[in-house]
């Protein structure tokens, strides 16, 4: 079913287009992201009022409160009138409950602060009881003591309680504050708390500090950095101890999560000594890698050794489908576990959008990726700078799907930096295991903590997620089931005192990208592509090599030898089939997907994906497109070197008396005959070479308005649904489908208004010329090879073709009324022939030829010597031009009369297998000319529309594929086609003159 987006998008793109059309439209998602911070800070008696947002102050008997509102001072009670609540002050010697609802009197003595709080006084480890046992409000307060370990807090009216149970109270009167100390009189503890927790002296004698607070960073552009935390070395005596003798959860959590900040390097104190405790723990349940009372930080840890084939083999217990069924769902359910650094669990949510840095696209577009087959890529520029002053913390992540039976299971982390003592463990990731890589279960997207010498400090280095790419690998075993997912992660970090919000380099404002993959294993479809590839070029390569076969067959005799020219033709010719074959052959590896991924249902098939992948589709598009260039500019070269002679068959009109020669003015000549004809049917000619029936730039106009102004374009997006054409990343793979289908679909259309209605019921050029010519009387010989070539019989039915308007009338009226032979060869309709002429023919035609231009080249040396003053003239050449011209017409006249019994021709129809595969005909009888209106046309530009079509399309998709940008491809394919027309023009020209004995400065 088509959506409803879908269809909107395309109404209102159909009116647009014409706008759009000439418009980049690409997706961009370089956005510079710079994260709000929580709230601006106000003065000490102002709050922050959200729904003005602005800061507002209190009045003079109310403290801002940390909930972000004006609240009555110690000693003032709140009472509400008709208006806005005011504030009433107590009396003397009297303070006010903790909720500011009744006012009670002092047991002793009583402190004004400066703001005008009162606040009663008790002796130390005591706190003011405002209410009986009963919970009956009392007048006046009581000093009580607080229990075993704990402390009054600052304002009388409750205890608070120190951090480790084993923790005394006591008064500082040095800094008039309470500090909590450890017992001296049990245990064994420490006086000093480390990390707010109690910890016996055999405890820290059996752990060692070393090394425990330094962090080593690996990744900072100018090199290494070592820093020494001391903040993570208390931090780390206090876990590895609690969690190691006491098994203390939260202890154990804290040192998993030490390990994780020093990206699980196993060499590092945490990491050795929460695999040391791990090992000395049994698993628990049915997972052998996770020890008791700890978290599960490694895969393979505890003597399991899961090998990460395994890990990566595991099936999702899910049923999946692109299409919503009442079985299957159409997405992946995944959750994001969050904890703090001392393992504090904050809760678990479904993961969306939590993972991207980037806004440049709607926020339902990056929640899109958890579709079934839906690809998903968003990179962006982050300023570091600015994400530094939204993060006070680092929140530790783990990725769980939650499967079909109500279970989470846990989807492993490949952290790319992931480093022993050896060097870097996972330094390729992928969807598929390699020997060696290490999976974990644990990860951070920014760590501010690392890099802290002090508690609160601004970090001295900054660890931020710059990849994080998810695989969803379909399992080929079960329909609609996939692998267990993975997710590779790889982390940029930048020394802080280099980052400024000013600065736009790389090292400030980084990329970051967030990509999910799709795939499946492609050894079968490679394997039969291997196989479609190699019977499509040995077919290719039998066309080629036929071609060659008939070439020589045609052209060269018995005793001929194959010299370099034909081989290095025959090898571009080898060349230029599987060129065109192949592309056919990426074209249907195109439409198979755009078929089957994009309109599939079930989850059946994905597309290619691996850099390998991509890197052999690159490499045969580039190849075919080279092989073809190289055989259409062979082609365009072949045509440009033709041998043309335009053949006059007129008669002088009678004798001519030269009345300035006084010796020979009564020797009468044949009448000149006017040259004017030849030369205007060789511009009709000269013009007609470059006559195709596609214009490429009216072409690429349509291919640009459908694919970019109408979006069609985005269905190369590589997720499972056609009509979605929301802009995207697209896929190489699609997006040649999509551009070559498009492109044929317009050259079809404009073929057959060309064919079938411009040519059929306007004008045919190529006929029209056929009729030029025999109005002009002249005839057409081409040679494009020395045995094979095409005839147009212009000869004209009328005793002279130089006359006036009026008689040419009445000649086209005899005709109309038949009265007069008709005009084709040997009285028949036929004047268009392909002709293969016997060797002998072809050699006198040669030899005639030869010889003739031979001596005026000779003569046009001898006048270049004569204007440098190197030599005499000795004749005129251009005198010798036109004898060599009217001798080789007469020869040919001659020839086409059937005069020359020794060179006798035939013209018969072909055969059926002569016409299917182009076979040679029997010339030991002589030449023979096959009947075909416009099969000249294959001398012209027109002869190579297919394969210049194909060039065509294998320029754009090449320049589209590689630079992202169908504007660039348009204007690289109309310049490709430019330089090529232009070439056949200009050499044509030259060859025209060259080749039929006129002077170039004729041609227009």
């Not at 003798?245 to 939260?250: G, H, N």
């Not at 669990?345 to 959008?353: C, E, H, N, V």
């Not at 190849?623 to 500019?633: A, C, H, K, S």
């Not at 086209?812 to 002709?835: A, M, W």
Request: overall charge neutral; glycine content about 8%.
């Amino acid at each position: 079913m088509i959506s409803p987006n879908a269809v909107i998008q395309w109404k209102f793109s159909m009116w647009i287009c014409s706008i759009a059309l000439f418009l980049p439209c690409t997706l961009s998602q370089q956005v510079l992201l710079n994260p709000v911070t929580s709230q601006p800070t106000c003065g000490s008696s102002q709050y922050w009022d959200i729904t003005l947002s602005a800061c507002n102050t209190c009045t003079v008997s109310q403290n801002s409160s940390s909930t972000g509102v004006c609240s009555c001072q110690a000693g003032y009670t709140k009472t509400i009138g008709n208006s806005a609540p005011t504030c009433t002050a107590c009396g003397a010697g009297q303070t006010s409950s903790p909720d500011r609802s009744w006012c009670v009197s002092c047991p002793t003595t009583y402190t004004t602060a400066a703001d005008g709080s009162v606040l009663c006084t008790c002796p130390a480890l005591q706190y003011l009881a405002l209410r009986n046992a009963a919970g009956t409000q009392l007048a006046t307060g009581v000093c009580t003591a607080c229990p075993f370990g704990s402390y009054p807090s600052s304002d009388m009216t409750t205890c608070i309680s120190c951090p480790d149970y084993n923790m005394l109270a006591s008064f500082d009167a040095t800094t008039s504050s309470y500090i909590c100390t450890c017992r001296q009189d049990v245990g064994g503890y420490l006086a000093t708390p480390v990390s707010n927790v109690c910890i016996t002296t055999a405890e820290s004698a059996a752990v060692s500090t070393t090394g425990a607070g330094t962090v080593t960073y690996y990744n900072i552009p100018s090199g290494t950095m070592t820093i020494t935390n001391t903040l993570l070395t208390s931090m780390y005596l206090r876990a590895a101890s609690k969690c190691q003798y006491e098994w203390d959860v939260a202890s154990c959590e804290l040192l998993g999560n030490l390990c994780i900040l020093n990206l699980y390097d196993e060499s590092t104190a945490p990491c050795a000594t929460y695999e040391r405790v791990a090992a000395q723990r049994p698993g628990t349940g049915s997972t052998v890698d996770v020890p008791q009372y700890m978290p599960w930080l490694y895969y393979g840890l505890l003597g399991s050794h899961v090998d990460p084939a395994t890990t990566l083999s595991a099936r999702l217990n899910l049923s999946l489908s692109v299409r919503y069924s009442d079985t299957t769902t159409t997405s992946i359910p995944f959750y994001l576990a969050m904890y703090t650094l001392n393992g504090t669990f904050l809760g678990m949510q479904p993961l969306t959008t939590q993972l991207q840095f980037c806004e440049g696209s709607s926020l339902n577009n990056r929640k899109s990726w958890t579709g079934v087959g839906r690809n998903y890529q968003s990179s962006c520029k982050l300023n570091l700078a600015s994400l530094l002053s939204g993060f006070v913390s680092t929140v530790f992540y783990e990725i769980y799907v939650l499967d079909g039976t109500g279970s989470y299971a846990p989807v492993p982390i490949r952290l790319l930096d992931f480093r022993n003592s050896n060097g870097y463990v996972n330094p390729s990731g992928g969807p598929n295991a390699i020997t060696g890589d290490r999976f974990v279960r644990r990860f951070f997207m920014v760590d501010v903590t690392s890099g802290q010498t002090t508690a609160g400090a601004t970090p001295q280095v900054i660890r931020v997620a710059s990849s994080i790419q998810i695989w969803i690998q379909l399992n080929p075993s079960y329909s609609g089931n996939v692998y267990i997912p993975v997710v590779d992660i790889k982390y940029i970090e930048r020394d802080v005192s280099t980052l400024s919000v000013s600065d736009t380099s790389s090292v400030s404002v980084p990329t970051l990208s967030f990509t999910v993959t799709h795939m499946m294993p492609m050894d079968g479809f490679w394997r039969n592509m291997t196989i479609a590839f190699a019977i499509v070029q040995v077919f290719a390569g039998l066309l080629g090599l036929y071609r060659a076969q008939t070439w020589s067959q045609r052209n060269l005799g018995p005793q001929d030898a194959m010299d370099l020219g034909f081989l290095g033709r025959s090898v571009i010719t080898l060349g230029g089939r599987m060129g065109v074959f192949g592309f056919w052959l990426l074209f249907g590896t195109g439409i198979y997907f755009l078929c089957f991924f994009k309109g599939e249902s079930g989850l059946t098939v994905m597309l290619p994906y691996s850099s390998g992948d991509m890197i052999t589709f690159n490499a045969a598009l580039a190849g075919i497109f080279t092989l073809q260039l190289i055989y259409v500019m062979r082609e365009v070269y072949g045509q440009c070197t033709i041998d043309v002679f335009f053949i006059d068959w007129e008669k002088s009109r009678g004798k001519s008396f030269d009345p300035i020669d006084p010796v020979h003015s009564s020797r009468a000549r044949a009448a000149a005959i006017s040259v004017w004809r030849s030369i205007f049917v060789a511009n009709q000619w000269n013009a007609l070479q470059i006559y195709r029936r596609l214009n490429i730039e009216f072409c690429l106009f349509w291919v640009y308005f459908i694919l970019q102004g109408c979006g069609v374009r985005y269905a190369a997006t590589p997720q499972p649904d056609i009509y979605d054409l929301t802009p995207a990343i697209v896929h190489p793979v699609l997006l040649f489908g999509v551009n070559s289908l498009i492109w044929l679909f317009v050259a079809f259309v404009l073929i057959v208004l060309r064919f079938g209605v411009y040519e059929r019921f306007y004008r045919h050029p190529l006929l029209q010329f056929v009729d030029l010519c025999s109005v002009a009387n002249v005839s057409v010989l081409l040679f494009d090879e020395p045995g094979h070539g095409y005839y147009i019989h212009g000869r004209s039915v009328h005793s002279y073709a130089d006359t006036d308007m009026a008689e040419l009338y009445h000649q086209l009226r005899k005709e109309e009324s038949n009265v007069v032979p008709r005009r084709g060869l040997n009285d028949t309709e036929e004047q268009s022939f392909e002709i293969f002429v016997s060797k002998g023919m072809r050699e006198t035609y040669d030899h005639v030829y030869g010889l003739l231009i031979a001596k005026d080249a000779e003569m046009k040396f001898n006048d270049r010597n004569v204007r440098s003053g190197h030599a005499r003239p000795k004749a005129a050449g251009g005198e010798h031009t036109v004898k060599a011209y009217e001798t080789i017409n007469r020869f040919l006249c001659a020839f086409f009369d059937k005069n020359l019994k020794e060179f006798p021709y035939y013209v018969r129809p072909r055969t059926f297998t002569e016409r299917m595969i182009h076979t040679t005909p029997d010339l030991s009888l002589g030449s023979v000319f096959f009947h075909d209106e416009t099969s000249f046309g294959h001398v012209l530009l027109q002869g190579m529309e297919y394969d210049m079509f194909i060039l065509a399309m294998l320029t754009y998709n090449i320049v589209d594929v590689t630079t992202n940008s169908p504007t660039a491809a348009g204007l690289a394919t109309i310049m490709v086609d430019v330089v090529l027309r232009a070439a056949r023009k200009y050499f044509g020209e030259r060859n025209v003159a060259q080749k039929s004995l006129l002077d170039v400065r004729f041609l227009l």
